[in-house]
């Protein structure tokens, strides 16, 4: 079975920098595009980066496109979600969640998805 973990959340500053990682077992991590969302309370769940298997396509969201940075390294079954220049409206749930194709991902169908990890900014 596959099993996503997320970590790296916490309290933060805005302007502040968070790195969120996706730590992935089961399955064949290298055959899954992989994508971040979040939600906020009261909100629906929105979208925030994706990457596709083999790093050879990204997206991002408009709302943090030049401010996060989505990656990964299949060698080590692992994702990662830099935050930079955090503004109070990251606050919110964010998850990782794998699946294929890419285009199903993107749109929050992927296959599984981890529980979670909070990300609140304020001053």
């Known amino acids: 079975q596959v099993q996503l973990e997320e970590s790296g959340g916490g309290l933060a500053t805005p302007g502040d920098s968070l790195k969120l990682s996706c730590s992935v077992s089961?399955?064949?991590?290298?055959?899954?595009?992989m994508a971040w969302f979040r939600q906020a309370p009261g909100k629906e769940r929105e979208f925030v980066a994706a990457?596709?298997?083999?790093?050879?396509?990204?997206k991002y969201g408009d709302s943090v496109k030049g401010r996060f940075t989505i990656s990964r390294d299949n060698a080590e079954n692992m994702g990662w979600l830099q935050m930079n220049n955090l503004k109070p409206e990251a606050s919110a749930i964010y998850f990782c969640t794998v699946g294929q194709p890419f285009s199903t991902v993107v749109v929050g169908n992927g296959a599984y998805w981890g529980r979670g990890t909070q990300v609140t900014v304020s001053a």
């Open positions: 089961g399955g064949d991590f290298s055959r899954s595009d």
């Open positions: 990457i596709s298997r083999y790093s050879f396509t990204t």
